[in-house]
């Protein structure tokens, strides 16, 4: 499980005086960067492959409040990735200074190519790295169907 500590600032709270709902999305996103750039997917990596990653959908689940004063801990697990890497699945914790889980959220994403602004899967070198890392339990092989699982679409105006 990757691991990264945050201080809750002034400017994570809302008007409620806890952590705002865009600071739980702002401390996963900055986790899931560094988790990929600790795997080698920099901005050089991914500006010499054309690609970037995109998320499809976070579902958070609050346990309990978090105030500003103490760290917070934010976790990434790699719950899912499809055969040739174009999907993935990552879940977040999140806990307090005593290791109490506050909150939980379940995303889902997938590779964009920069140049065709279609997705598309990692390149075999960069699949490798992932392939690679540690399966937590429940780690599964993402299908196109998965990623449709909440049969979500747009209605235009």
């Known amino acids: 499980m990757y691991l990264k500590e945050f201080e809750v600032r002034w400017s994570d709270v809302d008007a409620n005086r806890h952590l705002a709902n865009s600071a739980y ?81 379940e995303m889902m994403g997938a590779w964009m190519s920069l140049e065709t602004r279609k997705l598309i899967g990692l390149p075999g070198e960069l699949l490798q790295v992932f392939n690679a890392t540690e399966k937590p339990k429940g780690f599964r092989i993402l299908t196109k169907a998965d990623t449709r699982k909440f049969a979500k679409t747009p209605k235009d105006l």
């Open 25 to 105: 999305i702002n401390f996963m996103s900055h986790a899931r960067m560094s988790y990929l750039m600790e795997l080698g997917f920099d901005q050089r990596m991914m500006a010499k492959h054309q690609i970037g990653p995109v998320v499809f959908y976070e579902h958070m689940y609050y346990f309990k409040e978090v105030f500003p004063g103490k760290p917070i801990r934010v976790s990434l697990e790699v719950m899912g990735l499809s055969e040739d890497g174009k999907f993935f699945e990552f879940h977040h914790n999140f806990y307090d200074a005593k290791g109490r889980n506050v909150a939980h959220c």
